[in-house]
C-alpha cells in the first residue's frame, strides 16, 4: 500500500509517527510522511520519505509567537491558516495514496479524505471521541463532576470548536463542491476509522462509543539517535551513589512558572539528599540551575526508554508519551499539568494508583515536599507501578496498528 501519515504538535505526536512510519516499510508498504521542519534531520535519519508543512507551527508557537501564543485571537488565526494550507497541500499528496492515517488535531484530514475518496484512519493520543461517560480529555475536568457531566462538556467542547474551525472548514468543502458540515466533531468521528494510540491498562475506554474505533497501545520510539557521552554522563551521576533519583521535565511545554518550581523541586531534593536530574526540553527548564552533588541538567535529548528504568521517580508535565513511557518503566510519577490532556494522563496516574494526585507549578515548596516525599517512600506506588509496567509491556502498539491497517485497507 502507498501510505500517508500526517501529524503536527511536539516530540510527543511525531515520535509516534516516525516509528509508525518505520515499521510500514520494514512491512514493504510506501510511506510518506507529512511533519513540520522542526523535526526534518530527525526524519532524514530513519530513511522515510517525508513532506514538510508549508506551516511550520511549532517554530511559530514556540518562538516566533512569544506571549502572543497564549491569546485566542492569535491561536484562532493560526488554526484557520492550517486548515486553508491543509486543504491546499494535502489533497494532491492524499490523491496519490490509499489510506490517511491523521492525528486528530488535522481538522481537515477527513473532509480532504472524503473529497478524494480515500479511507482515513484519525488517531489520538487520548479518548477523543464524544460519549456519555468519558470526559473531554482536553478539559479540566477529567474526574466525575456533579454539575459538569460528560455529555454537556462534550457539547460545549463541540461548540467551541465549531466556532474555530467549522467555517473555514466549510468554505473549503463548497469551494470543491462538497455539502458543508454541520458539527465538525460528529462529522470527523463518524466519517473516520478512530484508532486510540494508547494504552488500554493506563487510559480509558467507552464501550458505548458510537462509531468506529480501536485501541491498539502507545507507540514507543525507542530508536532515537542520541549522543552517548551526555547518557554515559547521566548513568554516572545516577550510579555514584544509592540515593534516591528523581526525574524532572516539562517536555516540550513551556510555563512562566517553571524555573521557580526547578529551585523548589531542588530545595527539597538537596534537604532531603536525593539526587535531581533536569531534563530541560525545548524550553531549557532549569539550565538557569548550577550542577552541584545533588543536581545534573540533562540538555540532550535521551530516549526515555533508556532514562526512566534508572530512576526512583519522575515529575513531569503530563503528556502522552511521557506518561505511558514511565508507567511502561515501572517508576511512580507526578504530573504537573500544564495544558490540553495532561489533567487527564494525571486524573488516569492517580487512578492506577502509580503516584499521588496532581500538583500546580505554582505549588508552595511545603506542599511540593509533601507530595515528593510521598512519591518516592510510597511502597504502594511502587507496587501498582511495577505491576503497570508488566500488562503494558504486553502491548505491541506498533504492531497493532499496522496490522489494523493492513487488514482494513489491504487487497
Known amino acids: 500500500m502507498k501510505i500517508l501519515l500526517v501529524t503536527r504538535g511536539s516530540q510527543g505526536d511525531v515520535y509516534p509517527y516516525l516509528t509508525l512510519a518505520s515499521a510500514l516499510i520494514k512491512r514493504n508498504h510506501q510511506v510518506t510522511i507529512s511533519l513540520p521542519k522542526e523535526f526534518e534531520k530527525l526524519t532524514e535519519t530513519f530513511g522515510v520519505n517525508y513532506v514538510l508543512q508549508e506551516l511550520d507551527n511549532i517554530g511559530e508557537l514556540m518562538t516566533e509567537a512569544g506571549e502572543a501564543k497564549q491569546k485566542t485571537r492569535y491561536l484562532l488565526q493560526w488554526m484557520r491558516r492550517v486548515i486553508d494550507i491543509q486543504f491546499q497541500q494535502l489533497t494532491p499528496l492524499v490523491e496519490e495514496h490509499d489510506p490517511l492515517i491523521a492525528s486528530n488535531t488535522e481538522f481537515a484530514a477527513v473532509s480532504i479524505g472524503e473529497y478524494c475518496k480515500k479511507p482515513v484512519i484519525r488517531t489520538a493520543f487520548g479518548p477523543f471521541i464524544p460519549g456519555k461517560r468519558i470526559p473531554p480529555p482536553a478539559m479540566p475536568f477529567p474526574k466525575p463532576h456533579p454539575l459538569f457531566k460528560p455529555a454537556l462538556l462534550w457539547k460545549l467542547l ?11 472548514v466549510n468554505r473549503n468543502r463548497i469551494a470543491r463542491g462538497m455539502a458543508p458540515i454541520d458539527n465538525f466533531g460528529f ?16 487510559g480509558s475506554t467507552n464501550p458505548g462509543w458510537n462509531c468506529t474505533w480501536q485501541i491498539g497501545g502507545y507507540c514507543f520510539n525507542d530508536d532515537l539517535p542520541y549522543q552517548e557521552e ?29 524555573e521557580r ?24 527548564t532549569g539550565t538557569h540551575l548550577q550542577h552541584t552533588e545533588h543536581l545534573y541538567i540533562l540538555t540532550e535529548a535521551i530516549p526515555h526508554a533508556l532514562i526512566f528504568p534508572y530512576c526512583t521517580a519522575v515529575v513531569h508535565h503530563g503528556g502522552c508519551g511521557t506518561t505511558h513511557s514511565v508507567a511502561r518503566a515501572g517508576v511512580p510519577q507526578l ?6 490532556d495532561q489533567p ?12 499521588p494526585e496532581k500538583i500546580s507549578i505554582k505549588v508552595r ?15 504502594e506506588y511502587k507496587e501498582k507501578a511495577r505491576m503497570l509496567a508488566e500488562k503494558m509491556k504486553e502491548e505491541k502498539g506498533v504492531e497493532n496498528f499496522c496490522r489494523y491497517i493492513e487488514e482494513q485497507f489491504s487487497k
Not at 187 to 202: D, E, T
Not at 233 to 252: A, H, N, Q, W
Not at 366 to 372: A, M, P, R
Open 158 to 168: 463541540n461548540i467551541s470548536t465549531n466556532f474555530m474551525v467549522k467555517k473555514t
Open 187 to 202: 462529522h470527523a468521528v463518524k466519517n473516520s476509522y478512530n484508532f486510540l494510540l494508547y494504552s488500554r491498562h493506563l
Open 230 to 258: 551526555a547518557y554515559l554522563e547521566f548513568i554516572r551521576f545516577v550510579e555514584k551513589d544509592d540515593r534516591p533519583t528523581i526525574f524532572f521535565t516539562l517536555g516540550s511545554c513551556d510555563d512562566p512558572g517553571k
Open 261 to 284: 518550581f526547578s529551585e523548589r523541586l531542588l530545595s527539597v531534593v538537596a534537604r532531603y539528599n536525593y539526587k535531581l536530574v533536569v531534563g530541560s526540553g525545548w524550553s531549557r
Open 335 to 340: 504530573i504537573v499539568p500544564l495544558l490540553l
Open 344 to 355: 487527564y494522563w494525571s486524573y488516569r496516574v492517580t487512578q492506577n494508583g502509580v503516584g
Open 365 to 379: 515548596e511545603k506542599e511540593l515536599e509533601k507530595k515528593l516525599v510521598d512519591l518516592v517512600t510510597n511502597a
